[in-house]
């Protein structure tokens, strides 16, 4: 096989691309304004958590001097210089976007971002008194001198520098004030009357820190402002968690927050790109970073906080994305008449149900199985896994009240999902105190199965049912991520779910399971030989084909086993939305593959692996993508899906996304992507699929 430079791509640099995309479909003529503007502004976001985490790691590796290559022959060193590059590229050309176009079409639709010099007189006094009263009181000056020291500066914080001139002694000093954009909209609305506007529809806004700015000398009374300027850091925020030597996870993930409450080191820091020489030179003495990690900004620092605009009462501006309709099969349950707690289950005994959010509701499918069974007298247990929950969780209630009416209800709850640490520590203790049993999973590895089991007595006997998503328990996210759920009571799988939680309880060490594919005891073993019955069919004149969708394809082994099998003749079709450290289309490598990201209005988080074996197809779907994390260092289970009708209804589902010529973008040979023309697009997926709604 050739080296790795020709068979990997980067993964950093794959994820770059991604938000290359995702920026890039923000910019598109076709999409509404404030859709524009959420796309614009999840790109920042993403850029954050890239920042506080990836390369938060490598820097930690090139100060420890580790020099260990990535699949594609990078050191850490040489990853984060071809980083930097390619992210300081994608800045501009956002800023260039935001200040310009951006900015010109949100004024023609009626929102208007003003600057302070921009007011009129009636602007301007408003403005200033909303400062006086609102703002002002919030603000901390704290100045560095020999009597106080540099203040620490929190992760992500937006912060105002200055220098002041005290006019009694005429000395200089350098003077922080930190933006408090928790407590004050990051864009302030002036109220139409102010501006003599009585069109409702009209919007305009000022940034807080450009009416702080303007206000600075009220601050510094009796002295003066020479000059200032706004910052913002990114600082490592990966949790370091020694769980072997942890007595008790859940204090050991507290006191790790904590630390991270208080940051890591600088991994970023963007200035405007107009600071003054002498203001940045005292920061970067301060905050202790090297130059190539200086971002240099001509729009707003931190733009993710343009996802606050989204939020404005004009539906005309942005697609509707809050769709769904009840699946057909549980149609009957949304009556309020309806108190036959064992409707659901009926429904199970005789069929098996495919969900596919938020094309169908998760509130009326899943959230409605977990309330039954809390209700229903018959149900003896509940035992699910919540790894992302929404702060106001109905799923959460729901397993207090079936503690409450006296089932015994078991909850693993990642602690260490990322960046959700301190939400499912609230949820933990508050199930434990409503007497639900919480345990925590296995050290050393992330529970990221999304599994729930009913134990349910019917006629002198137990019968489980079950539910295995692609998604988390997650309402709030079920309306925007596209996910896939399977109910049923097939006695096989939920046997092996049975184990799987007794495992995760500890009381089991099982390895082998009837059907389930369970990471990280066999679902490696298990997909590598699925691939590899491809390529013998394949070479036997067979018919081989293999169709898989996931997040991320990442995994070495499995590539290098793709890669053999489009040697052999296997046609492959891959729809990644995100990294993907595979080449398609490269000749005597990967002639029969190709590959496909879906970035559109709802985030393509469903996993589906398709295998054709010779058309006795066999499908699954679950929690897991392709890579290292999911196959060896978390637990994770798929399942297969073997119901003729619902096999059938995931071909046509994959069959979409491949067709698609407007949300999708073609991977190519050199690793970059492409799209077709918008206006000539025949097939939407994510349209098409709402417009099948109509159907139900």
């Known amino acids: 096989m050739k080296s790795q430079v020709d068979v990997f791509i980067n993964r950093e640099l794959s994820w770059i691309e991604f938000n290359k995309r995702v920026l890039l479909t923000g910019m598109e003529k076709e999409y509404k304004i404030l859709d524009k503007v959420k796309f614009c502004s999840i790109f920042s976001n993403n850029l954050d958590e890239f920042f506080m985490v990836r390369v938060a790691s490598l820097k930690a590796q090139v100060e420890a001097e580790i020099t260990k290559k990535s699949i594609d022959g990078l050191t850490p060193k040489e990853q984060l210089k071809k980083i930097n590059n390619e992210i300081k590229k994608l800045t501009i050309l956002q800023e260039n976007y935001v200040n310009n176009e951006l900015k010109n079409e949100l004024k023609e639709k009626g929102v208007i971002l003003k600057k302070y010099k921009d007011l009129s007189e009636n602007q301007r006094n408003w403005c200033n008194n909303f400062f006086t009263t ?57 109220p139409n009357e102010i501006n003599q506007l009585s069109d409702e529809s009209s919007h305009y806004f000022i ?248 134990v349910r007595k019917e006629k002198r006997r137990l019968r489980n049912y079950f539910h295995i998503g692609t998604g988390n328990y997650n309402s709030n996210t079920s309306r925007f991520y596209t996910d896939l759920g399977l109910l049923s009571t097939d006695p096989e799988i939920a046997s092996d779910l049975l184990e799987l939680f007794n495992y995760l309880s500890g009381f089991s060490k099982q390895k082998r399971y009837q059907k389930l594919l369970v990471s990280p005891s066999s679902m490696r073993e298990k997909f590598i030989f699925l691939i590899k019955r491809e390529i013998k069919n394949a070479k036997e004149g067979k018919s081989a084909e293999i169709i898989a969708k996931m997040n991320s394809l990442v995994d070495p082994e499995i590539i290098k086993l793709l890669y053999l099998a489009s040697d052999a003749g296997v046609k492959i079709s891959l729809i990644i939305r995100g990294i993907c450290c595979l080449y398609p289309q490269r000749k005597n490598l990967s002639e029969n593959i190709k590959v496909i990201s879906i970035i559109g209005h709802f985030l393509e988080h469903s996993r589906i692996f398709w295998f054709c074996n010779n058309e006795n197809h066999e499908v699954f779907i679950g929690s897991a993508d392709w890579m290292r994390r999911n196959l060896d260092r978390r637990i994770e289970a798929v399942t297969p899906v073997e119901d003729y009708e619902l096999k059938s209804t995931l071909y046509k589902l994959l069959q979409i996304y491949i067709k698609d010529d407007y949300f999708s973008w073609i991977m190519k040979e050199d690793g970059s992507y492409a799209k077709y023309a918008l206006d000539s697009a025949h097939n939407r997926s994510q349209f098409d699929l709402i417009e099948n709604l109509k159907k139900y």
């Open 207 to 454: 940034s807080v820190e450009d009416l702080i700015g303007n206000n600075i000398n009220t601050l510094f009374n009796g002295m003066e402002c020479i000059n200032y300027s706004f910052f913002r850091v990114t600082r490592d925020a990966d949790l370091e968690l020694k769980e072997l030597e942890a007595d008790d996870l859940l204090l050991a993930v507290e006191q790790s927050l904590q630390k991270r409450r208080l940051g890591g080191d600088v991994v970023r820091l963007e200035v405007e790109s107009d600071m003054p020489e002498n203001i940045l030179k005292l920061l970067i003495e301060s905050i202790s970073i090297q130059k190539e990690y200086i971002y240099f900004s001509k729009s707003l620092l931190g733009l993710d906080d343009l996802n606050q605009l989204t939020k404005i009462d004009r539906d005309d501006l942005k697609e509707n994305l809050l769709i769904g309709k009840t699946h057909p099969e549980l149609k009957h349950l949304d009556l309020p008449s309806n108190k036959n707690f064992s409707s659901i289950f009926k429904i199970l005994r005789k069929r098996n149900i495919l969900l596919h959010h938020p094309y169908d509701l998760f509130k009326t499918s899943v959230e409605e199985f977990i309330n039954r069974a809390a209700d229903d007298p018959l149900v003896m247990a509940i035992k699910i896994t919540l790894y992302r929950v929404s702060k106001d969780s109905p799923i959460i209630e729901a397993l207090m009240r079936a503690a409450e009416n006296g089932k015994e209800v078991m909850t693993l709850v990642e602690l260490k999902a990322r960046f959700d640490e301190d939400n499912n520590i609230q949820w933990a203790k508050q199930l434990e105190q409503a007497g639900i049993h919480v345990v925590y999973g296995i050290i050393g590895f992330k529970t990221h199965t999304k599994i729930a089991l009913i």
């Open 134 to 190: 609102s703002i002002f009181p919030l603000l901390t000056p704290l100045v560095v001198d020999p009597a106080h020291p540099f203040p620490f500066i929190s992760n992500l914080s937006l912060n105002l520098a200055a220098l002041i001139k005290d006019k009694e002694d005429s000395k200089n000093q350098f003077v922080r004030v930190k933006i408090p954009t928790k407590n004050i909209p990051r864009f302030i609305r002036i």
